[in-house]
């Protein structure tokens, strides 16, 4: 098992930048990939940006151009760099992890179902 937990959300206005973080515990060990999500009241939840071991990362189309990933195997900890925030990146923020390569996931890391382990959130609130 894997638990993961955010932290770092909270309110900004637009033009803003929010640092994420996810501490991941237990069988990190086997952990080979590790991405955020988010998702907006009556949305889908999509991926913003995956990363794995071999150091290979995947950008979704959210959050293109403002967002940088990065992490820490020996602390076990994933950070997600949002700038220049918009209101309409308002969701949940999720950190997600899978025992497979990006090359390995279905989707490469962008669709939800490619990660079996979840965090519960952290709420991103921009305002106009």
């Known amino acids: 098992q894997v638990q993961l937990v955010e932290s770092g959300g909270g309110s900004v206005q637009a033009g803003g930048s929010l640092r994420l973080s996810c501490a991941a515990s237990g069988y990190t060990y086997s952990v080979y990939s590790m991405a955020w999500f988010r998702q907006a009241p009556g949305k889908e939840r999509e991926g913003i940006v995956a990363?794995?071991?071999?150091?290979?990362?995947r950008y979704g189309d959210s959050l293109a151009g403002r967002s940088a990933i990065s992490q820490d195997k020996a602390k076990n900890t994933l950070w997600l760099q949002m700038n220049s925030l918009k209101p309409e990146d308002t969701a949940m923020y999720y950190c997600?992890?899978?025992?497979?390569?990006?090359?390995?996931?279905?989707?490469?890391?962008?669709?939800?179902?490619?990660?079996?382990?979840w965090g519960q959130g952290t709420q991103v609130t921009v305002s106009s």
């Open positions: 990363i794995d071991t071999d150091g290979r990362i």
């Open positions: 997600a992890a899978d025992f497979r390569s990006l090359r390995g996931l279905p989707y490469g890391g962008m669709g939800p179902s490619d990660f079996r382990y």
